[in-house]
């Protein structure tokens, strides 16, 4: 298990707090506020302190003054966050603004169950100030490495902040990872990025708020549309047949009920010749006008299944478990629900529009006020 979040560690107050003299010095200062500073001698240097990074941080210092960047305080002084999955990572970025460097450790594509962490991963997670992981076992590898390097104490699991469906597997009850589903658990999941980022950078609380409020506004009218789209579907025809268990929070959500997958929540798993006849059989008597392949997983099996069934495979592949390339109709968490509602929609015989939010700052909603998805 991670363990909870402990408070920031001196080193890194101390390593901030030289970051900003070294700022200050230079007449790099911006308007924004930091951490105030005083005067530090070695002795006041914590055991431990990181002096290849305190003399790292110095020598990019001295390469901005050089260079005679603008105010813009590029890198250094600001804190690094490690996200896992794509969806996380685009969350992330939204709310952290320019005020956190965000790296993201998954690419649009990748399939989060079966990720196997590279160097560059660990690398990336020793030097993190912050680590978001979605948890509820969906990135079991990254996991694993993170409770390996000894980093548990940074990690936040921002996905196991919505509570879980469960669902059966292998004789026992696990958790459905697949939270960010319902756009309503997605605001779940940027009110803890608010929070989490304000407590890693408590001077730019007001930034993380506003960025999170614009993000919430648009989710929640994502929430409505997603809802009023799926009931354009006739409601005979209102049933989802997907290749892996995904889809289960937008199911519950916006009542569109999951008549079967091809493999459970986990993309490790095989079909069996008989699971795959089975669910051929099924799709045939329910008479759904269509199927859906994914864009993480090889469609090959569940093309299978359409040929056996007779029955269409939607020729748009859901966003399952990632986000899509950048540039693409589903390169945000937004565009990507958008995007498969308006797949789900035209392959079932619903009436297919675009999604057009009104980006007027809304007044954000309080936690409260935002139910995940029912159990
Ligand atoms: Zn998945």
Not at 241 to 246: K, P, R
Request: glycine content about 8%; overall charge positive; aromatic content about 4%.
């Amino acid at each position: 298990m991670i363990r909870p979040l402990e408070p920031r560690k001196p080193r890194q107050k101390l390593r901030q707090q030289l970051r900003q003299q070294l700022r200050q010095k230079s007449q790099l200062a911006s308007s924004r506020k930091r951490h105030t500073t005083g005067q530090l001698s070695i002795g006041q240097r914590g055991p431990g302190f990181a002096w290849g990074r305190w003399l790292g941080s110095l020598g990019i210092g001295v390469l901005l003054v050089s260079c005679g960047l603008g105010e813009r305080p590029s890198g250094p002084d600001r804190p690094t966050v490690v996200v896992t999955s794509t969806i996380l990572t685009d969350l992330t970025q939204r709310v952290a603004g320019d005020e956190v460097i965000v790296k993201g450790l998954l690419r649009p594509g990748d399939d989060p169950h079966l990720y196997e962490p590279v160097p560059r991963d660990t690398v990336a997670i020793e030097r993190a100030d912050r680590i978001f992981y979605n948890g509820y076992n969906l990135e079991p590898g990254i996991i694993k490495l993170i409770q390996s390097s000894g980093q548990t104490a940074k990690a936040v699991a921002i996905g196991e902040r919505v509570p879980a469906l469960t669902l059966p597997k292998q004789g026992a009850t696990v958790p459905d990872p697949h939270v960010w589903g319902s756009a309503r658990n997605g605001m779940v999941m940027v009110m803890a990025i608010r929070d989490e980022l304000s407590k890693l950078s408590p001077d730019d609380r007001a930034a993380f708020a506003a960025n999170a409020d614009r993000l919430l506004g648009e989710l929640q009218q994502l929430d409505q549309w997603i809802g009023v789209q799926i009931q354009t579907i006739p409601a005979a025809q209102r049933r989802l047949v997907t290749t892996h268990d995904a889809f289960q929070y937008y199911a519950q959500t916006y009542k569109i009920p999951v008549l079967g997958t091809l493999i459970g929540i986990s993309t490790e798993e095989q079909p069996s010749a008989q699971t795959m006849a089975r669910m051929a059989a099924a799709i045939r008597q329910a008479k759904v006008p269509a199927i859906f392949a994914e864009t993480t997983i090889n469609p090959a099996l569940i093309e299978t299944v359409a040929a056996e069934s007779g029955v269409t495979l939607s020729p748009d592949k859901l966003y399952a478990d990632s986000i899509g390339v950048a540039g693409g109709p589903a390169e945000s968490y937004v565009k990507m629900l958008a995007q498969n509602t308006r797949s789900i929609v035209r392959a079932l015989g619903g009436h297919d529009r675009p999604f057009a939010p009104s980006l007027a700052p809304a007044s954000a909603p309080t936690p409260s006020s935002v139910p995940a998805t029912p159990r």
